[in-house]
């Protein structure tokens, strides 16, 4: 066998069978094998893109994304890849090639398309290697593997040199193992002594509360979160990654896109069960006036990596497992008990519906006289897309405003059908994210919500999506311009003018106070056509309907150019909200 078989056989028997990455002659004896191993290579124009690929097959699917780049220029084009895919927290297995043994490790001085790959990821990602020998492949790539599937999800690397990758090795076929021999397969298990106590905490609440992060994803724990929150009539929060993962229709969902809600729910709530989530920047870091105090708000925190149990907020009870496991343990407690305030939980539930329905109802009113509005309103895409499309769509948010203007027009019904970003804000992501998520789910439609400047990072994937016949729809915001950095210069030239000029003429600032911050006229449905895919091309807010039913119905991939107010486009839903998130609570 030569070095790339080897791996070929081992990701077989691990399981994978769908790889990203672009060719390269320095590791063919890799993907030569791949066939043969039952492994199926998806190749997008970019290397990064096909780290998005990974990303977005191992969230959709819960199972290992395998992405592959070959020394030097691959290397350093997959870079920003593995940044976003570390950042959020996708399980990610990047392979690459290095230069032959002898060239590198440490350098000679002067070698061609070479740097130090593995202490430039290193840092970057949760785990990186480099192998020294053919006899070490199966004993390294066991570890990478290893570490796959240890703690919480992110990015590890292997690097290989090209001429064992290539070359025939003297390993014997006997060293390829089932994974149970190396690695932990069973779920990560709760203490059940802080499982009832846990339990019985929450029962006797006056009001209890859970959020959920994208761990909870991770585990494939939606119908235990589902089976807990109704058990404990008790709302459920989530993450911005974690959106969908309880269905937004279901009594106990909080939208994130409430904002006000979300923190009165939190800061109301005096025990708080927290699973798979770190708290992080987006989650206000756990702190008041957006969460209670910790003297008056108890904390149970579930996570599968121990280092991240209190780190931002002080917590009371941690328990240390894998989150399906944990919510299942829960629940089972939970069943066994009698809740004595069930009543007023569920009345409070009724109360926050209301203040839900209430919180959609003012986005909505907006939109109410748009239908004829030429240029289209930005929040009329989002509402009008999910009408057209299939229930079950995975959605693809990509940009600044337009990732904005999507949630909070969109309403999560489906869980494991939003992806982004939510931890990076990487424009240009998106792109790659759709072709993983059309490969991860192939009986479901893709659509993906990009901005112009997002969609200008990478629009060349069109051409993949056509080759690989991905029949995705991607749906352009097209503004002509950087929305967010133009809104923070004009805020921070003329705060006053820039408030006037929106409400009495919907114009921004003079172009001499905008510096560096519009493009040149684009036409992307032209472009779509030239990739090959389908175009449509839309002023008016009366022909975007058609113009999606078209697009959907159209047979392969498709790309909707839509002219959305430029002006209106920089006023996104909740933007004070995001400036104060990004300020250090006071509490």
Same mark, same amino acid.
């Given at each position: 066998m030569t070095g790339g078989e080897v791996i070929a056989r081992m990701l077989a028997v691990e399981g994978v069978e769908h790889l990203f990455g672009i060719i390269d002659g320095t590791y063919f004896g890799l993907y030569r094998a791949l066939a043969g191993a039952g492994i199926t290579l998806h190749s997008p124009r970019h290397e990064a893109a096909a780290a998005h690929m990974a990303g977005a097959y191992a969230r959709l699917t819960g199972r290992l994304g395998v992405v592959m780049a070959s020394n030097g220029p691959g290397v350093a084009n997959v870079l920003p890849g593995v940044a976003v895919e570390e950042g959020e927290g996708n399980r990610v297995l990047l392979i690459t090639s290095a230069r032959r043994v002898g060239v590198g490790n440490p350098d000679r001085g002067g070698a061609y398309q070479y740097f130090d790959q593995s202490a430039v990821i290193g840092p970057m990602s949760k785990w990186s290697g480099y192998v020294p020998s053919a006899d070490r492949i199966p004993e390294l790539l066991r570890r990478a593997l290893r570490m796959s599937f240890t703690g919480r999800p992110g990015v590890v690397h292997l690097d290989v040199p090209e001429d064992l990758i290539n070359g025939p090795t003297d390993i014997d076929p006997s060293v390829i193992r089932a994974p149970h021999t190396y690695r932990r397969v069973m779920p990560l298990q709760p203490d059940p002594v802080l499982v009832e106590r846990a339990a019985r905490l929450l029962v006797a609440a006056n009001q209890p509360a859970i959020h959920a992060g994208s761990g909870v994803y991770h585990a494939g724990a939606e119908a235990e979160l589902a089976r807990l929150a109704e058990l404990l009539a008790a709302p459920v929060t989530t993450s911005w990654a974690a959106r969908g993962v309880l269905p937004e229709s279901r009594r106990e969902a909080i939208p994130m896109t409430a904002l006000d809600l979300n923190d009165k729910v939190r800061c109301g709530a005096d025990v708080v069960l927290v699973v798979g989530s770190r708290l992080g920047e987006t989650d206000w870091w756990g702190k008041a006036p957006n969460w209670g105090r910790p003297g008056e708000q108890r904390t149970i925190q579930v996570d599968i990596d121990e280092e991240r149990v209190g780190v931002n907020k002080p917590v009371d009870i941690a328990l240390v497992a894998d989150a399906r496991e944990a919510l299942r343990a829960l629940a089972d407690a939970v069943a066994s008990l009698d809740v004595?305030?069930?009543? $007023?939980? +569920?009345?409070?539930?009724?109360?926050? @519906?209301?203040? =839900?329905? @209430?919180?959609?109802? =003012? +986005? $909505? =009113?907006? +939109?109410?006289?748009?239908?004829?509005?030429?240029?289209?309103?930005?929040? +009329?895409?989002?509402?009008?897309? @999910?009408?057209t499309m299939p229930e079950d769509t995975v959605w693809v948010f990509d940009g600044g405003n337009t990732v904005v203007w999507s949630n909070f027009h969109h309403e999560a019904r489906v869980p494991r059908s939003i992806l982004s970003t939510f931890k990076f804000g990487m424009l240009g992501a998106g792109l790659g994210q759709a072709l993983g998520a059309a490969v991860a789910a192939p009986d479901r439609r893709v659509c993906c919500l990009i901005g112009d400047g997002a969609f200008g990072m990478h629009a060349s994937e069109i051409e993949s999506a056509v080759r690989l016949g991905l029949p995705i729809v991607f749906v352009v915001f097209v503004d002509g311009q950087w929305g967010m950095v133009k809104m923070s210069q004009q805020i921070a030239a003329a705060p006053l003018a820039t408030v006037v000029r929106k409400v009495v003429w919907n114009a921004s600032l003079p172009d001499e106070q905008i510096v560096y911050a519009d493009f040149e006229a684009c036409r992307y449905d032209q472009l779509a056509r030239a990739l090959g895919a389908h175009g449509e091309h839309v002023t008016s807010a009366a022909d975007l309907r058609a113009a999606f039913e078209r697009a959907r119905d159209c047979g392969g991939p498709a790309v909707v150019h839509v002219q959305v107010d430029n002006v209106g486009h920089m006023w996104a839903p909740g933007l004070r909200a995001f400036k104060k998130m990004h300020q250090e609570p006071k509490g």
């Open positions: 004595p305030n069930r009543p $007023d939980r +569920l009345g409070r539930l009724d109360g926050w @519906q209301v203040a =839900k329905a @209430q919180a959609r109802a =003012k +986005l $909505d =009113k907006s +939109l109410a006289t748009a239908t004829g509005s030429a240029p289209v309103p930005p929040g +009329l895409v989002p509402t009008i897309a @999910q009408e």
